[in-house]
């Protein structure tokens, strides 16, 4: 009878060893294939972000050329898909030696979130005139006035990056 119950005893740990590594086998195959599935997913992800940043590129360029900055030959123009906020956003510069303007707009749906605008004054240095509009709209819809360009490339960075 004793000698039964060591048997049985020894049968249900190999039974259970068993039954462990079938499990742990297992749960190795599933790691894997979720990290091949992850794999798979961040490929997608980056087509897909190439895919909206190329969009968006000639969206913005197209947006330029249908506000008439493509004739202006100081006017330049930057663009970005921000895939936090899913929106392309154009940035358009321009300096004409009197004046500097600066916009940052939905590329699509032409909402403008920021502004710039300095004037020379010729009888101060540079950078004793503030500009003559300086705003942005927040990511959060608050809207911030600024005094300076470099305030302005701060609070439109939100959008650019």
């Known amino acids: 009878m004793r000698n039964t119950k060591i048997i049985l005893l020894i049968v249900s740990v190999g039974v259970l060893g068993l039954l462990l590594y079938l499990q742990t086998a297992a749960l190795r195959k599933q790691r894997r294939y979720v990290q091949e599935l992850n794999a798979k997913l961040e490929s997608m992800s980056k ?59 939905d590329a699509f749906e032409g909402k403008v979130y920021a502004q710039y605008a300095w004037r020379v004054d010729k009888v101060k240095k540079y950078w004793e005139v503030p500009p003559v509009d300086c705003k942005a709209t927040l990511v959060s819809g608050e809207e911030r006035i600024c005094h300076s360009s470099d305030e302005f490339d701060v609070l439109v960075k939100q959008y650019m990056e």
């Open 47 to 105: 087509t897909a972000s190439l895919n909206l940043q190329e969009k968006c590129a000639k969206q913005a360029h197209e947006q330029f050329v249908n506000l008439g900055w493509g004739k202006h030959e100081s006017a330049v123009f930057g663009n970005h898909y921000n895939q936090k906020l899913n929106k392309c956003f154009l940035q358009i510069e321009n300096t004409d030696g009197e004046m500097t303007w600066k916009t940052v707009s």
